[in-house]
């Protein structure tokens, strides 16, 4: 970005800005001299809307407005980052799409219909959207693809994710993705063959299922194995998150990446130049 001058840097609004992960999208933007911050959104209602950003983190004023007009944040934006309810990511998908900015879409547990209207929107403009922005879990993802095509259905596919207590999705975004990657390893359509939230007299493990488990406690960032098991041995692909900052960093270097790109859907292994 040499020669550049803070003004020509891509503008960036981050959406659900005083959540978890909003807070530390902010942090790392701001250390970034590749971005720059135009503007918060929040839920209309929220205290911090109306406010300057940085006076509402409880630090100096930055010159960023909270907003919770969200076109007229995106309007000024060349891309969104959001990570925050499904409900709001549909409605942000249109409206970043209106603006032309590129949309990098960090929130987990969106339905199938969510994911229609979001695929509608990448008609008009670019979106990145992972369950996970690490560059671990990615990798953790063509792993898993490779073992689950190497081994036959002998070996039991289960996927066990811990998340902190404030959580509200399972199975986490991350093991959905691991999932889903195990399932494309051994041929199969993850809706085929998954097996969540077992309770009671479940029967016996039907071979060739995979299986989710999800643990909520104390503030865990995010873990997960994948684990496959068969008579006598077993071998588990471990990733573990101990900074929220990782996906903060991920979701910046899409926003980067998706500037000249053409209108459409990617993932993170596009981003990484794994795909
Ligand atoms: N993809 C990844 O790498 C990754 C990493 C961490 C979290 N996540 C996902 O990101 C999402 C948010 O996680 P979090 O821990 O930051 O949650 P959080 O509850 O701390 O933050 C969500 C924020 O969104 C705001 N919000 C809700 N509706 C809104 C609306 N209509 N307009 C504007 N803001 C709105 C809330 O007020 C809140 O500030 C979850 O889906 C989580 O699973 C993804
Ligand atoms: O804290 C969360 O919520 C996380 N959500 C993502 C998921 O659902 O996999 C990524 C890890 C953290």
Redesign the pocket.
């Known amino acids: 970005m040499s020669g550049q001058t803070v003004g020509d840097l891509p503008g960036v609004v981050v959406?659900?800005?005083?959540?978890?992960?909003?807070q530390?999208l902010v942090r790392e933007i701001l250390a970034s001299d590749r971005l720059r911050l135009v503007a918060g959104?929040?839920?209309?209602g929220?205290g911090w809307v109306g406010r300057d950003l940085g006076a509402a983190m409880g630090g100096a004023d930055l010159g960023v407005p909270v907003m919770?007009d969200?076109l007229e944040a995106f309007a000024k934006a060349q891309a969104v980052i959001d990570?925050?309810?499904?409900?709001?990511t549909v409605?942000?998908a249109e409206l970043a799409a209106q603006a032309r900015a590129v949309h990098v879409?960090?929130?987990?547990?969106l339905s199938e219909a969510d994911l229609a209207k979001i695929k509608a929107a990448a008609r008009h403009a670019v979106v990145v959207r992972?369950?996970?922005?690490?560059l671990g879990?990615n990798l953790l993802t063509l792993l898993t693809k490779k073992v689950a095509a190497a081994l036959d259905e002998d070996w039991d596919i289960e996927i066990v994710e811990a998340h902190?207590n404030?959580?509200?999705?399972a199975p986490?975004?991350?093991a959905l993705m691991l999932g889903e990657a195990a399932a494309e390893g051994r041929g199969v359509a993850l809706a085929d063959v998954s097996d969540r939230g077992r309770d009671g007299m479940t029967g016996a493990r039907k071979r060739g299922d995979i299986g989710f488990a999800a643990l909520r406690g104390g503030d865990i960032v995010?873990e997960h194995d994948v684990m496959f098991a068969t008579a006598g041995e077993r071998l588990i692909l471990r990733h573990v998150a101990s900074d929220?900052s990782l996906?903060a960093r991920?979701?910046l270097r899409a926003a980067l990446w998706g500037q000249d790109k053409a209108p459409g859907e990617y993932d993170m292994l596009d981003v990484l130049g794994l795909n």
Not at 83 to 88: G, L, N, S, V
Not at 130 to 134: D, I, L, R, V
């Open positions: 959406t659900g800005v005083s959540g978890r992960m909003g530390m959104v929040e839920r209309t929220h919770d969200a990570f925050t309810t499904p409900e709001a409605g942000f879409i960090g929130t987990t547990g992972a369950g996970n922005m690490s879990v902190h404030q959580k509200v999705d986490s975004g991350t995010g929220r996906f991920g979701a």
